[in-house]
């Protein structure tokens, strides 16, 4: 039987697991519940783990085409405006990496990886079909689609998000956690900005039970603006306009956002001002992982989101499920093409993620607390910035990833 292996979800993570393993071979049916592929939300950072990832797959080309490279990473007060700490990103983050610190449009990452992967022959993209259930046998796994189609192949990989499919049938109906966070989202172009906001760089606003982050997206000539506040959806925050917590796109005012915002600087309000058509969405997550069987159960493994679902304080969803992918394509290309053992290849792919997916799931948790701090946390938040500079804010164990599999 030819190596066959089904993925289910077209989104970021589920296409750079259909291009990982067609370069190592695999024949893959990606399932896509949507009539089109596309992605929803607006901005992503990626850490020079990701990008290197990007690099591995032959893709540096296309990043550079759509994205930015941001100078440096400053932190602020979003009340006072004065400067916090800043982290050098450019050319320093090239030096300590090898790769840069890149910003871009998450629908110019999803389509930089859906046009390679259309010209990998032995993967198949099938629009308005979405997954049943699965059913697994000694040497297969069985996918059932909502359209009654049955597709077999040696795995099939859940990269399906926070309200994964694949992962509720594995491992039971778990609630999704609510973080009590909403995420006020919205695009401006660099020529509709003030002056002094048109640099090149990563800006990140912190006040109490709220933080603003701004940065450019492609190539330099919009900027992604996300602010992040303490509330719930149908409270001040979209209420005429439903509660759907699976939604990225609840319509949002700018006046609620003001409200939650406060006593803002000048220069913090202005950034706000200039944008228009703001979306809302409330961020939900799981507990950190615990154990590889939260990754992996015999054939069937999950990936990105479905497994390891992040608050956005450390700026790492995207980077995760890429380094997910990088993971499993890697693994299977080190493994010799006339007979590999699906479940233990995946148990090695669990084996290798889980620790590394948990701490970055805590740290991001942790951020979130500190971010929005107020009080002596607060205090020693910026007594700490202020002594320690770039040791505080570089992450040398996350930015010199992904961990090489074969190495473990």
């Not at 607006?42 to 850490?47: F, P, R, S, T």
């Not at 090898?98 to 022959?121: C, K, W």
């Not at 760089?201 to 039970?209: F, N, Q």
């Not at 406060?262 to 799981?286: F, H, S």
Request: hydrophobic share 45%; glycine share 10%; aromatic share 6%.
């Amino acid at each position: 039987m030819n190596e066959h292996v089904v993925v289910a979800g077209g989104g970021i993570g589920g296409l750079a697991c259909a291009l990982a393993l067609a370069r190592a071979g695999v024949s893959v049916d990606v399932l896509e519940q949507s009539s089109a592929f596309g992605e929803v939300g607006a901005g992503l950072q990626l850490g020079p783990n990701a990008v290197r990832v990007l690099h591995a797959w032959g893709l540096t080309d296309e990043l550079q085409a759509c994205a930015a490279f941001p100078e440096v990473l400053r932190v602020r007060d979003a009340h006072g405006g004065q400067r916090l700490g800043q982290l050098r990103l450019g050319a320093m983050a090239l030096a300590r990496y090898a790769q840069p610190y890149a910003t871009l449009h998450r629908a110019d990452l999803h389509g930089l990886l859906l046009r390679a992967v259309q010209q990998e022959s032995v993967v198949r993209l099938r629009l308005n079909t979405r997954l049943a259930a699965y059913e697994q046998t000694p040497d297969a796994v069985r996918v059932t689609t909502e359209n009654d189609t049955v597709l077999v192949g040696q795995a099939l990989i859940g990269s399906d998000g926070l309200w994964s499919r694949v992962r509720a049938q594995m491992l039971g109906a778990q609630p999704v956690r609510a973080s009590g966070h909403l995420a006020y989202r919205g695009l401006v172009h660099r020529d509709d900005l003030p002056a002094a906001q048109r640099d090149n760089a990563v800006t990140a606003w912190l006040g109490p039970r709220l933080h603003v982050v701004h940065y450019p997206v492609r190539g330099g000539k919009w900027f992604n603006v996300v602010a992040v506040v303490h509330g719930v959806l149908g409270q001040g925050h979209g209420g005429s306009l439903g509660s759907d917590p699976q939604s990225w796109s609840h319509e949002a005012q700018a006046a609620d956002l003001k409200r939650a915002l406060g006593p803002a600087c000048a220069e913090l309000m202005a950034m706000i001002d200039a944008v228009t058509g703001w979306k809302l969405w409330a961020l939900n997550d799981r507990a950190p992982m615990t154990r590889p069987a939260e990754h992996v159960q015999g054939g069937v493994a999950l990936l990105g989101d479905a497994a390891h679902p992040l608050r956005p304080y450390l700026a790492q969803g995207a980077a995760m499920a890429l380094e997910d992918a990088w993971t499993l394509g890697r693994l299977r290309a080190a493994e010799p093409a006339a007979s590999v053992d699906w479940p233990a290849l995946l148990a090695r792919y669990a084996q290798t993620r889980w620790q590394r997916n948990a701490r970055v799931q805590r740290r991001s948790q942790r951020n979130g607390t500190i971010f929005h701090a107020s009080g002596v946390l607060r205090w020693g938040r910026n007594t700490a910035m202020a002594l320690l500079g770039e040791g505080l804010l570089d992450i040398p164990w996350l930015y010199e990833g992904p961990p090489d599999p074969l190495s473990l």
